[in-house]
Structures are given as C-alpha cells and as structure tokens.
C-alpha cells in the first residue's frame, strides 16, 4: 500500500508535512512546492501507485471529481482566467516523483506556464494502429 521510499507516500499520509488544502480517507491535496503558477496544487493517493496504469479503478474514479472540486475552488479564490488539470505519466512525459499525483494548475493571462506541443498530421499507418488495439 505504502513504499518506505517514495516521497509521496510520505507527504500523502502525513509523514512529511505539508501544505495541505483537502484531505479525505483516499487523497490529500497539497500546495506544489515549485509551482508552476499561483494556487498549483497536487492530487496524490494515500495508497502508493507509480502511475496512472498501476492506480486501482476504484481510486482513478474519484479522482476527476476531485480534480473538479479543488479546481473550482482555487480557479474562483485565486481569481485564475483558466485551468489546466495535468498528470504525467513516465520520466519522458515529465514524470520526476513516481507516485500518481494530479497537478491542479491555475492560469492567469500572459502567464509563463507551458503546457503545449507542436500540432502534427495524424497518420492513415496509426489510424489503423489504434484501431487495431480495439477490434
Ligand atoms: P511531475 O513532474 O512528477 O509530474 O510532478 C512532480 C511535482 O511535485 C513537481 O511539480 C514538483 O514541484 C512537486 N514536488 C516535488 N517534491 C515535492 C515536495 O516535497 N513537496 C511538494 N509540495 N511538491 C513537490
Ligand atoms: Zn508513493
């Protein structure tokens, strides 16, 4: 459930203090300590999972409606313009802590935040790739 190693699994269940907005029996949201923008916070599960393809069903489920509630809280207190919700999956799509988390990143005008790639064109080779995973 927990991994004696993992900064997360210490932060989430209280090991380690921080700066805690919500807490329930399956998640704490903390503030981000390098924030991206006024009011980042992040969603983490008190249960340990390296990543979005090791968290339980169950525990993936409530964590949009989270996402939701703390996200609409700090767009309206922080008075943010827009809202990315962003999870990062493995070291080469940003992941440094490997413990599932969520960022909550409010977005003011003209801020620095970066949350963007280079549009591509969509292959006819991995239209049917994909599909291919489904049928
Ligand atoms: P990732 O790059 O893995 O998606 O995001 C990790 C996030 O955790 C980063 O935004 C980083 O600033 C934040 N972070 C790393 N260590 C700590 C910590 O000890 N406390 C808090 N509050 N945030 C942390
Ligand atoms: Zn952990």
């Not at 993992?6 to 903390?30: H, M």
């Not at 923008?37 to 340990?48: E, T, V």
Request: overall charge negative; some cysteine; glycine content about 8%.
């Amino acid at each position: 459930m927990r991994d004696d190693n993992c900064i997360f699994c210490k932060i989430a269940n209280g090991e380690i203090p921080s700066a805690t907005l919500y807490e329930d029996d399956d998640f704490r949201v903390i503030m981000d300590l390098n924030p991206a923008s006024r009011g980042h916070s992040l969603i983490l599960p008190k249960d340990h999972a390296a990543n979005l393809f090791e968290l339980p069903d169950e525990t993936a489920a409530k964590v949009l409606p989270l996402a939701k509630k703390i996200g609409a809280k700090l767009s309206e207190g922080f008075g943010s313009d827009g809202f990315n919700v962003v999870q990062n999956n493995g070291e080469c799509a940003g992941q440094t802590v490997f413990h599932f988390h969520t960022h909550l990143i409010p977005r003011y005008k003209g801020d620095t935040v970066s949350v963007k790639w280079v549009p591509g064109k969509l292959a006819e080779e991995d239209i049917e790739k994909a599909k291919s995973l489904f049928s």
